[in-house]
Structures are given as structure tokens and as C-alpha cells.
């Protein structure tokens, strides 16, 4: 008999002895229901895509490891941080954000960067993109802003005017809109670009002291962008550029790296700094803040397989370990709730059981049972409640985040800060960008945003004027709009400049 490690079986062991013909009555058919094997094949292939990601549908993955490079216990009890040269692995997906899982990867458009350690006390999942800033700083606006990344509910194609007209009505955008649509919006490959927690978190230490911090990533193969026709050209000539990169540089031994830094700022300095330190539409400037290097993270291993290890793969801002916890940022408070609502949505109840969720390095212990996919022993016979006197797993206060004060009336309070939002946004266009990045976002810009409305133009540039004036005048000629016109609105109450440019 042949070995039966080599026979095809179906999915419950049973040797298949013939897969290219199905059981019929006689050699014309039909075909007969007792044909468990084409039953079977058949309807796991009815089934075989999941849900597709409603955000970062289309990404690449690869394993490697972390390696810390500087003491940092002074600042956080996280044991994955705990010693110089200590190293941990991780998981790292790279994706395009509002693009479907077909589409290219040159697309204008964040890049998420999305990091699982697998640490000796459970997961953790920085979650970021490779921008510092995001386009709203309230979860409320996030499901309309995400809808007018994606089609026109009645063309179903995209839609200049969707697209546009939130931007143009959502101010805080101004900074995020700058770098998008400079080259940085269009990365040469996931090796070549930079990554963000872009949310303030929290570290504490071992004596239960925190403080604020956020994390970058700094591509040791330096940065590599596309100009705005070269990413375009880039879309028909290989659609999958970024994603066949990363595969084929790890295949060939060269190991892309990232130097990881933080940025730590004290509980006092958040309290009395110039703006809101956990308004995620604001970066927290260098010179305030300077970078520290922590730690060092290499990729070194392509997945086996794309579907178990990088389309079932399952981030979230709310997986912690001791040590780190969340900050007051609205947008990262509404993140921890939508990312685990997500997954449970598009894997099912039990998609922490999935091997590339799992914790490697930690056990599990939790009451939760039963659900849809459970594969493992679902608890046995112990308890499924808490408190039990069985001798059970029991809460630890020793794993207590450190309590932050928090005060004021419930209500929908609007933030109103006046030109606060536009001061960054101007100062990259005035003090960081060249001749050349300049030149490159205002052809960027006119070139998408030509195919929107003239009144939607008209407020649009004139929140680039505000954050600058060259800025929103190259944009206003680009377009063929009155400079003056666009000085007006841009001094203008933004309430009284959508009225301006009603419909």
C-alpha cells in the first residue's frame, strides 16, 4: 500500500481515489449526490473568500523579529522591552488602505503598517500607517470618510465630487491631504517607506509612573517614492509592485529593516503643551520631542501561505501587554472597540484561535467558549464563569493600567481650534518640502482634483491658501481659478465658506 502521507484525502482523512472525475450514472451522467468528495470540494470552494477587509483589503506580509537596542525600563515594564538585545518575533502586513483587494498597488493612498509581537506575555499589535497624521481626529466621521474613499452608490465608480467634498468640509484633513498628495502618497515598495503608530500611547513603568509616547519606524533602506506619472504608469505596467518586492528581496536574502524610535512626552508636558498632544491630525515637532532609537526590526521570512498567514491575519490597536496601554486619543478610542468588531465579523468569534493571531509565546486563559470555528479544546470541562472556587484562572491587579484623570460634562463637543489645523500643513509645504516636492504636489493635486466640481475646487484651495498662500495659489492657477477669489473664501469663517459654495 502507498504511503498515506502522500494520498489525497478529503477534509475528514478519508483517501480520495480519483479527483478528476465525478461519480455519474454511466459515462454520460448525470451526476449522483452520493459523490460525497465533489460535494465537499465543491462547497469549500463556495466558500472560500471571507469577507474582504473594508479597510486595507489589499496587503503583503512577511515574519521577522525585533530586537532592542536601548533600555527603556525606566519607561514601560513591558517584558518584550525589558533588555538591551532582547528579541521578539513579530508579523508585519503592509497594505494599501481605501483601495479593493484587485486594486494596484502605486494607487494614491496611505500605506498601513500594521506590527504583531508575539511576546512572553501575550500579543501586541502596533497598528499604524506610514504617515504620522490621519486625515480626522473623531470616529464618529470615520465610516462617511471611508465612504467617500470608496464608489458612488449609484455609478459605482469612484467620485472626484465624494471625495472632495468631505475634505473641503473636514479642515482638520489639511495636513494629512498635504502629505498624501505629495510623492509620499505613492511609495516605491513597502521597504521603501517609513511607519507611525501616529496615535499617542501610553507607557508605564514597575512602579506605575507613565507617559506618553509614539513610535516610528525608520526604513534603513531609505525613502523611495513614485512621482505622480510614474505611479500612474506603474498601475497598468504591474499592479502588484509593492507586494511582489517585499516577496522577492526577502527570497534573495536581502532583509529589509526598520529602526524603531519613540517619542516620550510627560504627563505635565501634555497637560500645558501648545496644542492637543493626542489630536491625531497633529504631529508632536521634533525639536519639542526629539526621537529616541529603541530597538531594531528585520523582516526575514516570506509566508507559506498568503491566505493563513497574511489575509487571515487580524491587527488591533487594543491588543496590549503589560507595560503599554491606550491614551485619551478619540480616534484610537473608537479603534479599539471597530478593529476586534472587525475580525469577529470577517474570521468569526474564535479568529484569536487562528494560528497567525495566536499568542506563541503566552497561554491562553479566558472563559470564552463555544462560537463558530472553535478548534481547540473549548475550555474542557472547567469552569466557563467567573468568580469560581475551582482554582481556575483568576484576575491579576498586578496587570492594572495606571489610572489618568479624566473630567468633564457628557456631550457631542465639537472641536473648534480656529487655524490651528492649518498651521503644520503649511510649514511642511513652506519648510520641509523642495522646489521639486512642491512642483510635484500641486500637479498632484490639480490633477485630481480637476474632476470635481468648481465649487468644491473653490473651497478646497481655499484651505490650501490658509495653510499657505504659494500652496493654495499654484493649486487655484492649476485649476483656472480666481486667486483672489479663493484669498476671499480662504478669509473666510468656514461656516460662511460653505455657505459660499453651496450647491
Known amino acids: 500500500m502507498a504511503d498515506r502521507s502522500k494520498t489525497l484525502t478529503t477534509g475528514f482523512g478519508m483517501p480520495v481515489d480519483n479527483d478528476l472525475n465525478s461519480v455519474t450514472a454511466g459515462p454520460k451522467g448525470p451526476v449522483l449526490v452520493q459523490d460525497v468528495h465533489l460535494i465537499e470540494k465543491l462547497a469549500h470552494f463556495d466558500r472560500e473568500r471571507i469577507p474582504e477587509r473594508v479597510v486595507h483589503a489589499k496587503g503583503a ?22 533588555k538591551v538585545g532582547k528579541k521578539t518575533d513579530v508579523f508585519v502586513r503592509f497594505s494599501t488602505v481605501g483601495g479593493e483587494r484587485g486594486s494596484a498597488d502605486s494607487e494614491r493612498d496611505p500605506r498601513g503598517f500594521a506590527v504583531k509581537f508575539y511576546t512572553e506575555e501575550g500579543n501586541y499589535d502596533m497598528v499604524g500607517n506610514n504617515t504620522p497624521v490621519f486625515f480626522i481626529r473623531d470616529p464618529l466621521k470615520f465610516p462617511d470618510f471611508i465612504h467617500t474613499q470608496k464608489r458612488n452608490p449609484a455609478s459605482n465608480l469612484k467620485d472626484p465630487d465624494m471625495f472632495w467634498d468631505f475634505l473641503s468640509l ?19 515598495s513597502y521597504r521603501n517607506m517609513n511607519g507611525y503608530s501616529s496615535h499617542t500611547y501610553m ?60 517619542q516620550i512626552m510627560t504627563p505635565e508636558q501634555a497637560k500645558t503643551y501648545r496644542f492637543d498632544p ?17 530597538g531594531r526590526m528585520v523582516l526575514d521570512r516570506n509566508p507559506e501561505n498568503y491566505f493563513a498567514e497574511v489575509e487571515q491575519a487580524a491587527f488591533s490597536p487594543g491588543n496590549f501587554v503589560l507595560g503599554i496601554g491606550p491614551s485619551p486619543d478619540k ?50 470541562g472547567g469552569p466557563n464563569y467567573w468568580p469560581n472556587s475551582f482554582g481556575a484562572p483568576a484576575p491579576d491587579p498586578a496587570y492594572a493600567v495606571p489610572s489618568i484623570e479624566v473630567s468633564g460634562t457628557a456631550a457631542r463637543h465639537a472641536i473648534t481650534l480656529g487655524d490651528v489645523d492649518f498651521v503644520q500643513a503649511g510649514a511642511l509645504f513652506r519648510k520641509v518640502m523642495t522646489d521639486t516636492d512642491r512642483e510635484h504636489i500641486v500637479a498632484n493635486i490639480v490633477g485630481n482634483l480637476k474632476g470635481a466640481q468648481r ?24 485649476l483656472g481659478l480666481d486667486v483672489n477669489e479663493v484669498k476671499k473664501l480662504a478669509a473666510m469663517s468656514q461656516e460662511d465658506r460653505v455657505k459660499a459654495t453651496a450647491a
Open 61 to 82: 506580509g512577511a515574519h521577522g523579529w525585533f530586537e532592542v537596542t536601548r533600555d527603556v525600563t525606566a519607561y514601560t515594564r513591558a517584558k518584550f522591552l525589558s
Open 455 to 478: 465649487r468644491l475646487q473653490l473651497r478646497q484651495t481655499a484651505l490650501f491658501y490658509k495653510a499657505d498662500a504659494e500652496y493654495g495659489g499654484r493649486v487655484a492657477m492649476g
Open 278 to 294: 493626542f489630536d491625531i491630525t497633529k504631529v508632536w515637532p521634533h525639536a519639542d520631542f526629539p526621537p529616541v532609537a529603541i
Open 203 to 262: 507607557w508605564y513603568n514597575a512602579k506605575g509612573e507613565h507617559s506618553w509616547i509614539k513610535y516610528h519606524f525608520k526604513t534603513e533602506q531609505g525613502i523611495e517614492n513614485f512621482a505622480g506619472p510614474e505611479a500612474e504608469r506603474m498601475r497598468g505596467v504591474d499592479p502588484d509592485v509593492a507586494t511582489r518586492d517585499l516577496h522577492a528581496a526577502i527570497a534573495a536574502g536581502k532583509h529589509p529593516a526598520w529602526r524603531v524610535e519613540v
Open 331 to 380: 480616534m484610537l478610542q473608537g479603534r479599539l472597540f471597530s478593529y476586534h468588531d472587525t475580525h469577529r465579523h470577517r474570521l468569526g468569534p474564535n479568529y484569536h484561535l487562528l494560528p497567525i493571531n495566536a499568542p506563541k509565546a503566552a497561554p491562553m486563559a479566558s472563559y470564552q467558549r463555544d462560537g463558530a470555528m472553535r478548534f481547540d479544546g473549548n475550555g474542557g
Open 170 to 188: 473636514t479642515p482638520e484633513s489639511i495636513h494629512q491631504v498635504t502629505i498624501l498628495f505629495s510623492d509620499r502618497g505613492t511609495p516605491r
